[in-house]
Structure formats: C-alpha cells, structure tokens
C-alpha cells in the first residue's frame, strides 16, 4: 500500500483541473509522456504526477538512484507494479547500450563489446517487463580528444548496430540522436538507415539534442525532412535557444523550437508512436530545491499540453 501525503494530496488537487485538460484535447491520441527521473527518481511520486497530470505514458531511465539496467529485477518487477497502479504504460526503456567509446579492435575492444552485449541482455529483460518492445540505445560517443570521424569508424558503428539488431529480434533499437555521438543529426541518422536496413532498428528522434551540433542542419524542418518516418520508433520533445554560441536548455515556449510543426508534421506523415517530455531544463527560481526537477517539468508540460492543443 502506498501512502499518500498531505504535501502529495494537495500538488494532486492542484493538478487536477490541469490534467482534465488533457482527456479533453481532440488530439488525445497523442501518446504523451514524460521520463519518469526528470520528475522524481522516487517511482510513486513520478508515477502520481503522470496520473495528476491526465498522462497515461513515460519512459523509465532511472529510478531509485540508478539506471533501471543497473537494479536488480526484482526492483524493476516493482516499478512497473507501481506504473500499473497509477494507470502509467512505459513507452520505451531507456539504456545506455552503446553510450560509450567506439572500442577498439584486438581483445581490449572486444572486451568492451562483451560488456555492451551483457547490457543489451539486461536492458531486454527490462524492457520485457515494463511490457514494452522498445529500447532506446546509442551508437556510440565520439572522442573528446576532438578528433574526427572517419568513413572506417562508421563502417565499424555499421557492423556492430547491425549485429545488436540480429541479438535484439523481438525487440526495436530505436538509436537516440545525441549530443557528442557519431549519430547526431538527422543527416547522420539518415546515413545509418542507408547503412543498416534491419526493420528493428530505428530512431529515438531528438530534434533538440540534434540542434546542439555544431554546424548541422536546422533539426527542423531541414533535418526531419532527410528522414524516414517509418524508422522513428519514439520522439523526444523539449525547448533550446542559443546564447552566444552556445545551445542551452529553455522551458517549452520560451525557446525556438517549433514544436507544434514537429508534432503537426510527424502526424501528417503517418507516426503514431510515442512522445516523450524529456525536461532537461530546470528552472532558477526553485534551484537546490528537492522538487525542482517536478516543478521545472510541470512548468514545461503545462506549455506542451498548450503546444498539443494547437496541433
């Protein structure tokens, strides 16, 4: 049994009229959800803020102070019987499966490889018990040295996606483009499906993350045009705008992401996955506060319902 407390009882009263917001929307089919740790890393309270809020999805990073590969499966049996209780599905488990250096090759690499393969057996297991056939997984981190990609190293990052798809059957890899990966823009995401024909692996479209690249194409419309809409397994939605040179985090409707065209686009287009509110941004007023990341998330759903209802 889980209690409640009156601090809980009250943000819930509070959040009430918002969420009815939300079953209301005529464009409910929208498969809303926010990742559960930029909420709370405490499953019930992140899991009561998605029920508050009238959303019935999330995606699972961490929880319990660790990355859900990472607990012990007993743990996991735990947080999805907590999701269940509150009416939450779990669109995707999110793992760190390749969200690390290209290894090398010889038996240094090769040992490398062996703990990413372990990984991906994790995150499945995981995954199969949140009742979700999707993870979302890398293809690795560039080097902080600086140094450039080469034609070599992505035929390697090739070869080894195409190997995960073969030991992943059952299962869709959906490859997050990501801030300092070999895989961050839509260009480059575009690349890899020319490369890797595999019907289960896919992308985790993050148009945001895909901004911060230096030089890239406007991630939308430019980017989202150079992709193919059957390969976008999940999305992930936020707001950014620059300082200086700089790519910095902002509440949704504060940045220049044109979300509502995104999301009006990717429907057009025929994408009838999930949605993820990954925050990112916190917000000052409340910094060093325990709930800050609760408050920064429902500051930034509250203008995503408003972006949804404009769609």
Do not use: C
Request: proline share 4%; no cysteine; net charge neutral.
């Amino acid at each position: 049994m889980i209690r409640t407390s009156r601090r809980e009882l009250l943000a819930g009263a509070a959040a009430l009229a918002f969420g009815r917001g939300l079953r209301a929307l005529p464009l409910s089919e929208i498969k809303l959800g926010v990742t559960t740790d930029e909420i709370s890393n405490d499953m019930p309270t992140a899991a009561r803020f998605l029920r508050d809020h009238g959303l019935t999805w999330a995606e699972v990073r961490n929880f319990s102070g660790k990355y859900n590969t990472e607990q012990p499966v007993e743990k996991v049996r735990e947080a999805r019987a907590t999701l269940d209780e509150f009416g939450i599905r779990v669109s995707i488990e999110g793992s760190e499966f390749f969200k690390s250096p290209l290894p090398a090759e010889g038996a240094a690499g090769q040992a490398a490889l062996d703990k990413e393969w372990a990984l991906l057996d994790r995150s499945m297991e995981r995954a199969k018990v949140f009742g979700t056939d999707k993870i979302r997984v890398f293809t690795f981190m560039l080097d902080q040295h600086g140094d450039a990609p080469t034609e070599k190293s992505y035929a390697r990052i090739y070869e080894l996606t195409r190997e995960a798809a073969r030991r992943a059957r059952g299962y869709k890899l959906a490859i997050e483009t990501i801030g300092g990966g070999y895989v961050w823009t839509a260009s480059q995401a575009a690349d890899l499906l020319k490369h890797v024909k595999e019907d289960n692996v896919g992308f985790t479209w993050d148009p945001n993350n895909a901004a911060q690249a230096p030089g890239s194409e406007k991630p939308f419309p430019d980017g989202y045009r150079k992709l193919d809409v059957a390969r976008i397994f999940h999305v992930h939605l936020r707001d950014y705008k620059h300082e200086g040179d700089k790519v910095v985090w902002a509440a949704v409707g504060e940045g220049e992401f044109d979300n509502v065209g995104q999301i009006r686009a990717l429907l057009k287009d025929g994408y009838k996955g999930t949605f993820t509110l990954e925050t990112h941004w916190r917000d000052p007023k409340t910094k060093g506060q325990p709930d800050n990341a609760m408050r920064s998330t429902e500051i930034s759903l509250k203008e995503m319902l408003k972006v949804v209802e404009r769609v």
